[in-house]
């Protein structure tokens, strides 16, 4: 993070994960270019457009597109411009404004700084065209980043998924294999998210040996009430395969039963009096962070927005695989509730295989490490690879135990 101020040393601060501040000894800019958010000042949205180098067009470009199409007109950039005499900062913004699509923000850039008596050479400092189309109606830059994320993404995943999937698949077979992995599935993703479980502690939930009236350490143990949530959650999301594998319209199985595994997988730890009722409200009100990760994760206000989003995309998607790894990642990735959302992460997953004839597959609590380290690189360094290699070699694997 660069920090300007009249006393700046010009020297970095070491932080946490290969992170810095470096105090820049610059003046503090014009009171009209400074706002303030979260209790820190920052440049305004014009100012820092203005001052932005060729370079970090094409070094951020996910970031960049998805804060120039924030602007929705030309007016403050314009007198930003126009009253520092900038010209060849005119040429490369409107060259950007062009790349994302908003002509008329590009268009009248050029024309009045003409008009004003100034030479403008348009240039565009991105190296690729965007490979989304941007629209006025659609300002958030969580989305529009969440939208070019996934257009980005999406051949990476594709070249780890060239094997093809079952496309002849028998409801009632599909659903009788995912019961008898139940059991496995639910102590590997249990003992990923860090609780402590057994096979015959889910083995007892599932036959219906649970008793939390009569037994206590059932009631109150949390482990227990884990298990029992996961099951409930299980059995609600076999309804949702069944919609699936009868109807291919995974999206908006998806989207439509989400919640309800959200509320089966924590009723319980309620019902225990481990979890205020209010816990099952939804999504997050809270922020929230991730240990052992540089992934911050969004602001719950973002979480309103993207949610949506998030699903437009999964049911516009047209190949299985990405909406497997995509689904995943970026569920996790936009984290919408303060607890689960690993276990709903694989969940949908889950249903997004069976969607494309997949078989359901386990994250080994083994491979966590490596699972982990997939999932960071994609959330930190926009590296998508290695978690679509990890689930297509998952994938593959079950395929040859069918």
Not at 57 to 86: K, Q
Not at 202 to 219: A, F, L, M, T, Y
Not at 255 to 269: G, N, T, V
Request: some cysteine.
């Amino acid at each position: 993070m660069l920090v300007r101020t009249p006393k700046g040393g010009n020297k970095p601060t070491p932080l946490l994960f290969d992170t810095s501040i470096f105090d820049v000894r610059l003046g503090l800019p014009d009171k009209q270019d400074l706002k303030t958010i979260d209790g820190i000042r920052v440049m305004s949205l014009p100012a820092s457009l203005v001052r932005c180098s060729p370079r970090h067009f094409s070094a951020h470009a996910i970031e960049m597109r998805a804060t120039l199409a924030m602007v929705p007109n030309a007016s403050d950039i314009l007198y930003r411009l126009l009253s520092g005499g900038h010209s060849k900062v005119a040429g490369r913004l409107a060259g950007a404004f062009r790349n994302i699509g908003n002509d008329n923000i590009a268009d009248n850039i050029i024309a009045t700084m003409k008009s004003a008596g100034y030479a403008v050479n348009e240039n565009d400092s991105f190296a690729d065209k965007s490979a989304i189309i941007f629209t006025a109606r659609e300002m958030s830059p969580y989305v529009n980043r969440l939208r070019i994320s996934w257009a980005a993404m999406r051949e990476s995943v594709l070249k780890h998924f060239s094997f093809a999937p079952i496309t002849s698949i028998d409801v009632a077979t599909y659903l009788k294999q995912v019961d008898d992995i139940y059991i496995t599935d639910a102590y590997h993703s249990l003992s990923i998210e860090g609780y402590r479980v057994s096979y015959e502690l889910i083995e007892r939930v599932h036959s219906g040996n649970w008793n939390p009236d009569s037994d206590e350490n059932d009631q109150n143990h949390k482990n227990a009430l884990a298990a029992r949530g996961y099951w409930q959650a299980f059995l609600s999301v076999k309804e949702s395969l069944t919609k699936v594998l009868n109807t291919n319209l995974a999206g908006i199985v998806a989207e439509s039963d989400h919640e309800k595994w959200y509320r089966e997988l924590f009723a319980p730890s309620v019902t225990g009096g481990i979890l205020k009722a209010t816990d099952l409200a939804g999504y997050r009100n809270h922020p929230v962070y991730i240990r052992r990760s540089k992934h911050l994760s969004l602001n719950y206000e973002a979480v309103r927005e993207l949610i949506p989003a998030f699903f437009d995309l999964l049911q516009n998607e047209e190949e299985s695989a990405v909406r497997v790894v995509l689904g995943h990642y970026f569920f996790v990735y936009i984290h919408p509730y303060m607890d689960g959302n690993g276990r709903m992460g694989r969940f949908l997953m889950n249903v997004m295989l069976a969607s494309g004839g997949y078989p359901w597959i386990i994250v080994p609590v083994e491979q966590r490490t490596a699972y982990m380290a997939a999932l960071e690189k994609a959330s930190t360094n926009k590296n998508i690879e290695p978690f679509a290699k990890f689930l297509a070699m998952l994938v593959r694997t079950g395929m040859q135990q069918k």
